[in-house]
């Protein structure tokens, strides 16, 4: 198993841009499928982006497609979203998780698994 711990949350103005880094213990970190979710005041948690264990495949929502970009350094048991062109709409406490990712004929689900404690991003306007 691995646990995650989330940093680099902050308070952001429209347009900027943050960092945040996961650094995940547990022996077996290269192994698992990241990500991150994230979840707004009185919204469900959503899904945001996902790498593969071997960091050759990523995904995105929609929301996050062109503007955020996910990466590992599995020597490191580290997993990044590098977040850009941030809207207030972004604010939310994002979550690090190991995935699963499910590919079906409807879609693409992302469960989360193995949980960090979350990380506060506020973009004000």
């Known amino acids: 198993q691995v646990q995650p711990v989330e940093s680099g949350g902050g308070l952001v103005q429209a347009g900027g841009s943050l960092r945040l880094s996961c650094a995940a213990s547990g022996r077996a970190f290269s192994g698992y499928n990241m990500g991150w979710f994230r979840q707004a005041p009185g919204k469900e948690r959503e899904f945001v982006a996902a790498?593969?264990?071997?960091?050759?495949?990523?995904y995105y929502a929609d929301s996050a497609k062109g503007r955020f970009t996910i990466s590992r350094g599995n020597a490191e048991n580290t997993v990044h979203l590098q977040m850009n062109s941030l809207k207030p709409e972004d604010t939310a406490v994002y979550y690090c998780a190991a995935v699963i990712i499910a590919v079906t004929l409807t879609g693409t689900r992302y469960e989360g698994d193995y949980w960090g404690q979350g990380t506060q991003v506020t973009v004000s306007a």
């Open positions: 790498i593969t264990w071997s960091g050759a495949t990523t």
